[in-house]
Structure formats: structure tokens, C-alpha cells
């Protein structure tokens, strides 16, 4: 059979393959700013600045052997293609000079490549001098950050602070986490501040960053970046960077617990009885405060959903899932499962608690009234 001329064949290849580029251009041009805050091409501060700077020095000889090794290949397989009536080409195989080449010169780039990135592998490994230290706790599907060093000359201030989800940390001074888990393989990304590291149990991680005074007042996305189960692709986070004055403000706010008239409406609204969220929550005031260090040494949480303290503080909730509203919020109070899918150990039955996120309180019959109730409380900035 008298297949398609040569040339037609290649004009058809090389019409699909433009397609195809143009397409992959388009895509990337419809990429709009919402993502700024999570971009690994704009590093903010030292780590990820280093870290990217690396990254694009080696794109340089890398598209150049790219190009010349493609190019190559399009050129020989033009030029030796078959044709009627030309002999095979002449055979290479076994030519000592070129097969030592071809070992020889890439490894020796590889080698060469490996100078600046083993030393920079090095470098960022090292604990850097006063940094903050925070124990940060991949769940299923959120974080727990404990900060364990605050360092602040303040007798008023506790040393640990417990939050979720939303990290807060100060401009110029190096912030030093301790990655832990209990449950499953996660990874900690902030692709703004640093590149990911995995959050393995049984295995004490560490990874810093460091952000800029041009950074203050700003924040960055990071996402969970190693599937951990059902909602991993709710499992995001957010870090604020303060001054370092602010800084402080908020780690003594974080410290407060609420008041007692706070604590006693709390009781009214069935937040400590009824529904039992204390059994699962750290609420300032209501629980032990030997429990404020939520986590313990073994690195298993002694409860296990957020603390719920200054929830009013964040601006998101849920693994970053949802901005925080009181509408939102109130929902997920009544039937949280349906806002973040949680996996339920069938083999247990079908007990709420048994399940891995927060339990659906329309089913063990809150209204949807009681819900806003507690969500509205849950907001008010507290004293
Ligand atoms: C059986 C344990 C359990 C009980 C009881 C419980 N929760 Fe939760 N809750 C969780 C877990 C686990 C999460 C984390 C879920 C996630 O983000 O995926 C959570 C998350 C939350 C969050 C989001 C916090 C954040 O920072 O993202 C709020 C708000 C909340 N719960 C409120 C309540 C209220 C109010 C009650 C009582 C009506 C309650 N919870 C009872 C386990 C529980
Ligand atoms: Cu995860």
C-alpha cells in the first residue's frame, strides 16, 4: 500500500504538534493573579529565593542541551530517513570515541551540577541562630502549629501557642518547624517561602524560611503535597507576616483564654455540654489549661480537632477551605461533613466521633438556628 508522501506526513505532525503548543500557551495565559499567593517563581525571602535562584541558573544549560539534543534528533532522523533506493547509513556501533563522549561529558555535568546544589542542600539544613521554633502537625485533613520558643520577655506569656491552619510568624527572624504526624504521609508547602518537605509519622522533619520586612502585613497560601486521603485537596494553609512587634501582640492574644462570663454563655449555648465540643476543641477558659500544649511529646494530639480559642481571629477555617463568614461557619457547625468529606472507620460502626473530621450535628439533632447561635458566638471578638 502507497502510504502518504513524506512531506504530507510531516506538515500534518508539524500542524498537530503547533496545535498542541498553542493550546498549552493558551492554558497558561488564562492562569489569572488569584494564585500570586502561592507561586514558587515570585520566592519571597531568603530560602525560597536561594532556592529558585538555583532552579532557574541550571535552566540555562539545560535548555541548551535540550535544544541541541532535539534538535539532533530531528535532524538525523530528516536526514537518514528511508528512501527509496539509499543505503543504509554508515554504522556506528562499537565506536570507542563516541561512547566514551557520551558517558563522559554528562557526567561530568552532572557532576559539575551537583557542587552548588549539594552545598545549597547543606546550607539550608543547618538550624539557623535565633529562629522561632513551631511544631507543626499534619491531620487529616488540617494543621496544628505549636510554637514552642516564643522567646518573648514577657512573663504574662506562656511559651506555647496552639493554633490551626492560619500560621503567623515575624518578618526577619528564621522560623524553624518541626514536622510531625500521627496519621498519614503529608508535606508542608509554602510555595511562596520554601520548597515542600514531607511530614512522615514516626519521623521528626525539619525545614525553615525566613520572610522579608517588605513581606509584612502580607500573606501566602501552602497546601498539603502528598495525597493524605479524602480531603487532602482541602488540607490548605495560610501564613501572615507581622512585624515583629505585631508579632507579639498576637502570640499574647493567642494566650488569653476567655473570660468567665465568656465561658459561662458558652456552657448556655451546649458548647462544653451539650454538644461536647470541648471534648474535641481546646476552648481558653473551659478546659484544663495544662491542655493548652496540645500536643504532647509522643506527638499524638490530646484532641483531635482545632483550637477553637480565637477562631474569631482567622479569616478562613476548615484546612483553609472556606473564608470565614458567620453563614459559612454556621453551616459547617450543623452538618460539617457535607462542606469536607471525612472518611468513617466503617469497621466501627457508625458512631459520629469514629469518623476523622467533625461530626454532622444536624444528625444528632442541633437546629440549624443553634448552629448560628454558636457560630455568631464563636466570632465575637473576645475578651
Ligand atoms: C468528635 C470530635 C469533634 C467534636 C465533638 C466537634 N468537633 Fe469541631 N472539629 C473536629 C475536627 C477533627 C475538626 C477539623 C476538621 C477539618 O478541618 O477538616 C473540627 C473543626 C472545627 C472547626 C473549624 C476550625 C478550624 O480552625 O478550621 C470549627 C469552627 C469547629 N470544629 C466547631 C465545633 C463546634 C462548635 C462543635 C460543637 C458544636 C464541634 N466543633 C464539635 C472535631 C470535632
Ligand atoms: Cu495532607
Same mark, same amino acid.
Given at each position: 500500500?502507497?502510504?502518504?508522501?513524506?512531506?504530507?506526513?510531516?506538515?500534518?505532525?508539524?500542524?498537530?504538534?503547533?496545535?498542541?503548543?498553542?493550546?498549552?500557551?493558551?492554558?497558561?495565559?488564562?492562569?489569572?493573579?488569584?494564585? &500570586?499567593?502561592?507561586?514558587?517563581?515570585?520566592?519571597?525571602g531568603d530560602v525560597a529565593s536561594r532556592q529558585?535562584g538555583l532552579?532557574?541558573?541550571?535552566?540555562?544549560?539545560?535548555?541548551?542541551?535540550?535544544?541541541?539534543?532535539?534538535?539532533?534528533?530531528?535532524?538525523?532522523?530528516?536526514?537518514?530517513?528511508?528512501?527509496?533506493?539509499?543505503?543504509?547509513? &554508515?554504522?556506528?556501533?562499537?565506536?570507542?570515541?563516541?561512547?566514551?563522549?557520551?558517558?563522559?561529558?554528562?557526567?561530568?555535568?552532572?557532576?559539575?551540577?551537583?557542587?552548588p546544589t549539594v552545598a545549597l542542600i547543606w546550607d539550608l539544613d543547618a538550624k539557623p541562630?535565633?529562629?522561632?521554633?513551631?511544631?507543626?502537625?499534619?491531620?487529616?485533613?488540617?494543621?496544628?502549629?505549636?510554637?514552642?520558643?516564643?522567646?518573648?520577655?514577657?512573663?504574662?506569656?506562656?511559651?506555647?501557642?496552639?493554633?490551626?491552619?492560619?500560621?503567623?510568624?515575624?518578618?526577619?527572624?528564621p522560623?524553624y518547624f518541626?514536622?510531625?504526624?500521627?496519621?498519614?504521609?503529608?508535606?508542608?508547602?509554602?510555595?511562596?517561602l520554601a520548597g &515542600?518537605k514531607?511530614?512522615?509519622?514516626?519521623?521528626?522533619?525539619k525545614v525553615w524560611f525566613i520572610?522579608?520586612?517588605?513581606?509584612?502585613?502580607?500573606?501566602?497560601?501552602?497546601?498539603?503535597?502528598?495525597?493524605?486521603?479524602?480531603?487532602?485537596?482541602?488540607?490548605?494553609?495560610?501564613?501572615?507576616?507581622?512585624?515583629?512587634?505585631?508579632?507579639?501582640?498576637?502570640?499574647?492574644?493567642?494566650?488569653?483564654?476567655?473570660?468567665?462570663?465568656?465561658?459561662?454563655?458558652?456552657?448556655?449555648?451546649?458548647?462544653?455540654?451539650?454538644?461536647?465540643?470541648?471534648?474535641?476543641?481546646?476552648?481558653?477558659?473551659?478546659?484544663?489549661?495544662?491542655?493548652?500544649?496540645?500536643?504532647?511529646?509522643?506527638?499524638?494530639?490530646?484532641?483531635?480537632?482545632?483550637?477553637?480559642?480565637?477562631?474569631?481571629?482567622?479569616?478562613?477555617?476548615?484546612?483553609?477551605?472556606?473564608?470565614?463568614?458567620?453563614?459559612?461557619?454556621?453551616?459547617?457547625?450543623?452538618?460539617?461533613?457535607?462542606?469536607?468529606?471525612?472518611?468513617?472507620?466503617?469497621?466501627?460502626?457508625?458512631?459520629?466521633?469514629?469518623?476523622?473530621?467533625?461530626?454532622?450535628?444536624?444528625?444528632?439533632?442541633?437546629? &440549624?438556628?443553634?448552629?448560628?447561635?454558636?457560630?455568631?458566638?464563636?466570632?465575637?471578638?473576645?475578651?
Open positions: 500500500m502507497k502510504t502518504l508522501k513524506w512531506r504530507q506526513r510531516a506538515t500534518r505532525v508539524f500542524a498537530r504538534a503547533t496545535l498542541l503548543g498553542a493550546s498549552a500557551l493558551l492554558l497558561v495565559a488564562c492562569g489569572d493573579d488569584s494564585t &500570586k499567593e502561592q507561586n514558587p517563581l515570585e520566592p519571597k529558585i532552579l532557574k541558573f541550571w535552566m540555562i544549560p539545560a535548555a541548551v542541551i535540550a535544544v541541541g539534543v532535539l534538535s539532533a534528533v530531528v535532524i538525523i532522523a530528516i536526514k537518514y530517513r528511508e528512501r527509496p533506493g539509499n543505503e543504509n547509513p &554508515k554504522q556506528i556501533h562499537g565506536n570507542s570515541a563516541l561512547e566514551l563522549g557520551w558517558t563522559i561529558v554528562p557526567a561530568l555535568i552532572m557532576a559539575i551540577m551537583a557542587v541562630k535565633d529562629a522561632l521554633e513551631v511544631t507543626v502537625y499534619g491531620k487529616q485533613w488540617w494543621w496544628e502549629y505549636q510554637y514552642t520558643n516564643l522567646d518573648i520577655a514577657d512573663p504574662a506569656i506562656d511559651f506555647q501557642v496552639n493554633t490551626a491552619n492560619e500560621l503567623h510568624i515575624p518578618s526577619g527572624r522560623v518541626t514536622l510531625k504526624s500521627d496519621n498519614v504521609m503529608h508535606s508542608f508547602w509554602v510555595p511562596s &515542600k514531607d511530614v512522615v509519622p514516626g519521623r521528626d522533619n520572610a522579608d520586612k517588605d513581606d509584612e502585613g502580607k500573606w501566602f497560601y501552602g497546601q498539603c503535597a502528598e495525597y493524605c486521603g479524602l480531603s487532602h485537596a482541602d488540607m490548605r494553609l495560610k501564613v501572615y507576616v507581622h512585624s515583629p512587634e505585631d508579632f507579639v501582640e498576637w502570640a499574647r492574644h493567642q494566650n488569653e483564654g476567655w473570660s468567665a462570663e465568656r465561658v459561662a454563655r458558652a456552657a448556655y449555648l451546649g458548647i462544653t455540654d451539650k454538644w461536647g465540643c470541648s471534648s474535641c476543641h481546646f476552648l481558653g477558659g473551659t478546659n484544663e489549661d495544662a491542655d493548652k500544649g496540645i500536643a504532647d511529646g509522643s506527638g499524638a494530639n490530646a484532641r483531635p480537632g482545632p483550637n477553637l480559642t480565637h477562631l474569631g481571629d482567622r479569616t478562613s477555617f476548615a484546612g483553609a477551605k472556606y473564608d470565614l463568614t458567620a453563614e459559612k461557619l454556621a453551616e459547617w457547625i450543623f452538618h460539617a461533613p457535607e462542606l469536607k468529606p471525612a472518611q468513617c472507620d466503617k469497621t466501627l460502626g457508625e458512631s459520629a466521633t469514629r469518623c476523622k473530621g467533625m461530626p454532622n450535628f444536624e444528625k444528632t439533632g442541633m437546629t &440549624k438556628a443553634q448552629a448560628t447561635e454558636i457560630a455568631e458566638f464563636l466570632l465575637e471578638s473576645e475578651q
